[in-house]
């Protein structure tokens, strides 16, 4: 089926585009050229991709750690549309098993349910993270890797279980590796790595780093532990929580400097 959009405004991510038309055919958009309203079949004031959020731990009324339930996962997936981000990986923390599991039962109910959800999957954050730099993760919780446990886990989530933030250090090679032939991605942070540990893992196959600065082996000129080593990896991407209280200002500027070039 096609549609034609009028868009007074669009952003396209590197400029704006000016009173265009956007054609789509069986939801794909296939052109974008100067128009008028008159021949389109709706018309808006501004258009802009959807944002991706692969980290966000509730929406409106629920915390999904705290309600890992379909009506958990529908507060994210609402919250997130009305505020024009499109795609979503609800996470989950640090908590027992038991609650893991429940989580992605009822993401994947929820999928099922509504086929074209924008929630892709599950942000696992934990439960295999490194107490020295828990952060808000309840310890008690926090475990050791074990391999049975770890392929058990990968059985159940599977196709629901996208993203995995671990401590690196505190798994063997053949645990990481375990975890990146499932197909998971997985991010290391809640770690205290040394520059040595993170290297290993970055070059074992990790790309990917859970909110660079925060919980994690800070830059030192001894010791340039697990920032250092995000740095230093040109192919390793570092999200920060850019509001001024994660990490300050300058320590973000000085971030895109040093990572910008491999990313845009």
């Known amino acids: 089926m096609r549609k034609t959009i009028f868009a007074a405004k ?3 991510g590197t400029g704006v585009l000016e009173n265009h038309l956007i054609g ?18 709706r018309s808006v004031q501004n258009l802009a991709p959807g944002f991706i959020d692969v980290h966000i731990n509730g929406g409106d009324q629920f915390h999904f750690t705290q309600n890992a339930a379909i009506e958990g996962v529908e507060d994210i997936d609402r919250s997130c549309k009305a505020l024009g981000t499109a795609y979503t990986l609800p996470s989950l923390i640090t908590s027992p098993l038991e609650n893991i599991y429940k989580g992605i039962d009822a993401i994947r109910q929820y999928r099922q349910q509504y086929p074209v959800t924008g929630v892709l999957g599950m942000h696992l954050e934990g439960p295999y993270l490194n107490p ?7 310890l008690a919780y926090i475990k050791k890797p074990e391999t049975a446990e770890l392929i058990a886990l990968i059985k159940h989530g599977r196709d629901i279980i996208r993203l995995l933030t671990i401590a690196p250090e505190m798994f063997s090679g053949d645990q990481i590796k375990l975890l990146l032939d499932s197909g998971i991605t997985i991010a290391a942070g809640h770690s205290n790595a040394t520059y040595q540990e993170a290297s290993v ?11 660079l600065y925060n919980a994690m082996s800070p830059l030192q000129h001894r010791a340039p532990g697990l920032v250092g080593a995000t740095f230093e990896h040109d192919d390793v991407y570092a999200p920060i929580i850019l509001d001024g209280q994660h990490c300050d200002y300058a320590a973000a500027r000085i971030a895109y400097k040093l990572k910008r070039t491999n990313y845009f």
């Open 10 to 12: 669009i952003y396209t």
């Open 24 to 41: 789509s055919e069986n939801g794909k958009i296939t052109t974008i050229s100067p128009g008028t309203a008159g021949t389109a079949s």
């Open 132 to 138: 020295v730099k828990r952060g808000a993760h309840m």
């Open 201 to 211: 893992a970055f070059n074992q196959g990790i790309k990917l780093v859970t909110n």
